[in-house]
């Protein structure tokens, strides 16, 4: 009987003893409950501010206008200077120094909150200078336009000449005039590179790109060995595919493989696959409206974005920023897109794209606590983003949503799946590129950056540079200036949607067609994304949520498996 009894006993006791140590421990429970207090009163502070500056951004970006652009900046300064407090963050470093904060939820808000303030412990003028450097840089890139033989174009326009024409001539002078914006702002990039490197500097890290990563919860050690094996891993792909691309351009442009120069990629930066399979992606979308199909798209996955579209601007208009972004308003759900939409394939990838960012925003968990109510990091955002972005490509999401017949869907799987492995290859090079230099440039901004920048470009992307260039090119890059060690995290974002991708089709569609999944209309694969990815926010470091919801940490071995051969 004796025996029988144990376990029942071991319970009482262990239950008491929990009970006990609870009630015990008093100067815990008054730590807990002032950083709930401090909670509160943060959020009570913090959360009007961050809307105000949020509507304030997107209007300044859909108007172009210098004083919609001044009320950001100064929405942006005071929202800096809450997080700059150095009482609040004195307080945060005592909850986090005591150890006593221990509920899981608590212990992440504190976490999350204690990096964000610490990156912010600068003084007021730094503040200011740095925020309104910041706007003054973006409001240039947003009003820039191209300008050839007194005409002015648009980025969309550029794009356009440098995707369709075949004259060397023009698209040598179009590709450079897209460049122009570089002189005009690298001086002010520069000095925003070492105004940040001497915040860094202050708050113990030494440089702003290493502090970034490690206040993003990024070992920078370790991304290194990440591009570093990327590198090895894609290097030999891409150089036989880099061949066929050469000898088709030359033969298109007619000229030497040795004349090829930049502007006959067929994209400012080379950053996406020129045309070089017998398929043209654009026709499958010129007669469709690209935001209706991505409405119907996310619709059928049970992730419906019709407030979101709603909300959103989608459309070219003078003076609105050019690029494309998606923006969480409130954390309660307005959430809404910036594109400059145009009926063709990257309009609809971005589309998808931005559309990933916003409902991974839309559909957090609304009890999540405020400060964490956010995706777990930004490249697991990207991850989704990209998951969706990939399919404008895919044959058969085209034949399941756009409507393409069985006969023209296989007639273009193989190239369809080519041009999307040729996509990927070229735009890990080109993050080779972008990662590489933002590192080195805040490792040294004094040294020669116009060289480094073509230095990149000729080892990682194979490209030659123009014949006595010198040139800030490297400005021309809006992420550059204003998304600093930002870049690094789209290609982790690719290594995670193909992971994403093959755990979707093997373990919740539960099929071993991997190739040909388009999830259109599989409503499971949007309660799967809801439930093991948006719902838990950020309440997990990131590598842990992405073990929670796959099974495995980051990996690179999807992505070649899906793309490097």
Known sequence: MKIGFQPAIVLVVSILALVLHGCSNPEQQKMTSEFQQFISDFEAQIRPLSKSQNLAYFQATISGKDEDYQRSADFEIQLNKVYADKQAFGRLKRFKDSGKIVDPLLARQLDVLYRTFLGKQIDDVKIEALVRRQNAIEKQFSTFRAQVDGKKYTDNEIEGILKSSSRPDLLES????????????????????????????????????????????????????????????????????????????????????????????????????????????????????????????????????????????????????????????????????????????????????????????????????????????????????????????????????????????DRIANDSFNNLRLEQLVFSRWVQVMYRFEKAMYEDPDQDLNSLWWDLVEKYQMLQKPEGRNQPDWASKIHVALYPAYYHNYMMGELLASQLYYHISEKVLNTKDVRNQSFSNQKVVGEYLIKQVFEPGNKYFWNEMIEKATGEKLTAKYFARQFVR
């Open 174 to 409: 179009v590709w450079k005039a897209s460049k122009e914006i570089a002189s005009a702002v690298a001086p002010q990039v520069l000095e925003l590179v070492k105004l940040r490197n001497g915040v860094a500097g202050e708050l113990g890290f030494a440089n702003y790109h290493t502090m970034q990563l490690a206040l993003g919860e990024q070992d920078p050690d370790e991304i290194e060995a990440l591009f570093d094996e990327l590198d090895e891993l894609t290097r030999d792909s891409f150089t036989k595919v880099k061949n066929h691309m050469d000898v088709y351009l030359a033969a298109r442009y007619g000229i030497a493989r040795e004349q090829l120069r930049p502007w006959h990629y067929q994209n400012r930066y080379f950053q996406e696959a020129p045309k070089i399979y017998e398929i043209d992606l654009d026709e499958y979308y010129q007669d469709q409206d690209v935001a209706a199909l991505t409405t119907r798209y996310f619709a059928g996955l049970g992730l419906p974005i019709d407030d979101l579209v709603a909300r959103s601007d989608l459309f070219e208009k003078a003076g609105k920023y050019q690029h494309a972004y998606c923006i969480d308003i409130d954390r309660q759900g307005d959430v809404r897109v910036v594109c400059n939409v145009k009926p063709n394939y990257s309009w609809m990838n971005t589309m998808l794209h931005e559309f990933g960012h916003a409902v991974y925003d839309k559909f957090q968990d609304p009890t999540t606590p405020w400060a964490i109510r956010e995706p777990a990091h930004t490249l697991t955002t990207e991850a989704i983003a990209m998951l969706f972005g990939r399919f404008a490509s895919d044959a058969a999401w085209m034949h399941d949503v756009v409507g393409l017949s069985e006969t023209e869907r």
